[in-house]
């Protein structure tokens, strides 16, 4: 199992990234994507999750309205488009699988703990 994920960089207040998380080595069609972010001395918290199945979406409080996630199947990767971006957003994003049997099913929010493969993160620094 891997998960590649890019798209990071260093952005002004307002602006927009769109983050990628290209899988391979499972059967994609069975298994959550969720994105998580950790900034410097916080705790690693989650942003976003994809479901498989019933296509159910969560985001987190902070980042509704401005992020979307989306997945493309044929490409067997999850983006993660971010607008508005906020000095608050800074952080290492990672994306990850659910273990089977978990996820955002119905929307629900999902504990990192649920998560069983790991990406290598990729830096969002939003500052002006």
């Known amino acids: 199992v891997q998960l590649q994920a890019s798209g990071g960089g260093l952005v002004q207040p307002g602006e927009s990234l769109t983050l990628s998380c290209a899988a391979s080595?499972?059967?994609?069609?069975?298994?959550?994507i969720g994105w998580f972010r950790q900034a410097p001395g916080k705790e690693r918290e989650g942003v976003s999750c994809?479901?498989?199945?019933?296509?159910?979406?969560y985001y987190a409080d902070s980042v509704k309205g401005r992020f979307t996630i989306s997945r493309d199947n044929a490409k067997k990767t999850v983006y993660l488009q971010m607008n508005s971006l906020k000095p608050e957003d800074t952080g290492v994003y990672y994306c990850?699988?659910?273990?089977?049997?978990?996820?955002?099913?119905?929307?629900?929010?999902?504990?990192?703990?649920?998560?069983?493969?790991w990406g290598q993160g990729t830096q969002v620094t939003v500052s002006s």
């Open positions: 990850a699988r659910a273990d089977a049997g978990y996820g955002c099913y119905g929307g629900r929010r999902s504990s990192l703990y649920e998560y069983d493969y």
């Open positions: 080595g499972f059967t994609w069609d069975y298994y959550a």
């Open positions: 994809f479901q498989s199945g019933d296509s159910s979406t």
